[in-house]
């Protein structure tokens, strides 16, 4: 079992930035598949960026350049780091932690860009 609590979000302007920290207990996050996920209102679930247990990165084509996820090993816990922040990226955040035949999220986490 993992458990993820997700915490940062909030209001910012357009150009402004966030970070999301996604910390986790019950086990090693290095383990896993880390990734952050998004769901605008009306919208599907989208995967915004990950992080292999390799450390490989992947991110969404919307958010390129822009966001960068990162792992603390010795924290347990993951990072989104969201620079250059646009009204589209507005949202709920969500963390998920991906195994094999398993995956766990953690809560929501509003992200509102408005001026």
């Known amino acids: 079992q993992v458990q993820l609590v997700v915490s940062g979000g909030g209001l910012v302007q357009p150009g402004g930035s966030l970070r999301l920290s996604c910390a986790a207990s019950?086990?090693?996050?290095?383990?896993?598949?880390m990734g952050w996920y998004r769901q605008a209102p009306g919208k599907q679930r989208e995967l915004v960026a990950s992080?292999?247990?390799?450390?490989?990165?992947n991110y969404a084509d919307s958010v390129k350049g822009r966001f960068t996820i990162s792992r603390d090993s010795a924290k347990n816990a993951v990072y989104l780091q969201m620079n250059s922040l646009k009204p589209e990226d507005t949202a709920v955040y969500y963390c998920?932690?991906?195994?094999?035949?398993?995956?766990?999220w953690g809560q929501g986490t509003q992200v509102t860009v408005s001026s």
């Open positions: 998920k932690a991906q195994a094999v035949a398993v995956a766990y």
């Open positions: 992080i292999l247990t390799s450390g490989r990165t």
């Open positions: 019950g086990s090693i996050i290095s383990s896993y598949t």
